[in-house]
Nanobody, 116 residues
């Protein structure tokens, strides 16, 4: 089992930056990729960015060029740096940790609000 704890989030103005952080702990030997996802009311949770065990990264279209996913000092800490934020980036952001290639453990979620 894995515990996922997020930090970061809040309210910024359009054009500003924000970072989110996520740390997985527990049975981390089976951890695979770690990703950031976001969800708005009435919509499905969507992938924002993901990093695999070889540190390969992949981004959604809206995130490409503005967001950067990276590992922190600890292997199972993953950060999301978000630049030039826009009102359409407003959402609840979740960290998802793949475990044993079959389960995703989720963080508690963080509200990110961008004012215009």
């Amino acid at each position: 089992q894995v515990q996922v704890v997020q930090s970061g989030g809040g309210l910024v103005q359009a054009g500003e930056s924000m970072s989110l952080s996520c740390t997985a702990s527990g049975s981390t030997r089976e951890v695979g990729h770690i990703g950031w996802y976001r969800q708005t009311p009435g919509k499905q949770r969507e992938l924002v960015a993901i990093i695999d065990n070889n540190d390969n990264t992949r981004y959604s279209g809206p995130a490409q060029g503005r967001f950067t996913i990276s590992r922190g000092d600890a292997k199972y800490t993953v950060n999301l740096q978000m630049n030039n934020l826009q009102p359409e980036d407003t959402a609840v952001y979740y960290c998802g940790v793949e475990w044993d290639q079959r389960i995703t453990y989720w963080g508690q979620g963080a509200q990110v609000t961008i004012s215009s």
